[in-house]
Nanobody
């Protein structure tokens, strides 16, 4: 299984970015997926999760600003990030859970596969 993130970069406060995670050896149709982030000096935290049926979950700090989605035909996971704040600055990681599981989760131990991350920096 390989997960490859892209779309990170430098953006001003209030701006937007869309992250992508392309999966190989894993079907986005068949398992739960999530986005995590680790900011400077912080522990990694769950940001958003999407289940097999498209059900979603978000950490409170991003609700109303971030949207997780997936394109099963392209085997790709997305994270649309709007109204970005300096505190959103972090390395963002894509994760995939065991195929066949119906849940959404913001907890790291639930996920089996991880990407290498893409850096998001929000600064003026």
């Amino acid at each position: 299984v390989q997960l490859v993130e892209s779309g990170g970069g430098l953006v001003q406060p209030g701006g937007s970015l869309r992250l992508s995670c392309t999966a190989s050896g894993y079907s986005t149709r068949r398992g739960p997926m999530g986005w995590f982030r680790q900011g400077p000096g912080k522990e990694r935290e769950g940001v958003a999760s999407i289940g097999i049926s498209g059900n979603t979950a978000y950490v409170g700090s991003v609700k109303g600003r971030f949207t997780i989605s997936k394109d099963n035909d392209k085997n790709t996971l997305f994270l649309q990030m709007n109204s970005l704040k300096p505190e959103d600055t972090a390395m963002y990681y894509c994760a995939a859970g065991p195929p066949g599981q119906q849940w959404t989760s913001l907890d790291e131990p639930h996920y089996d596969y991880w990407g290498q991350g893409t850096q998001v920096t929000v600064s003026s």
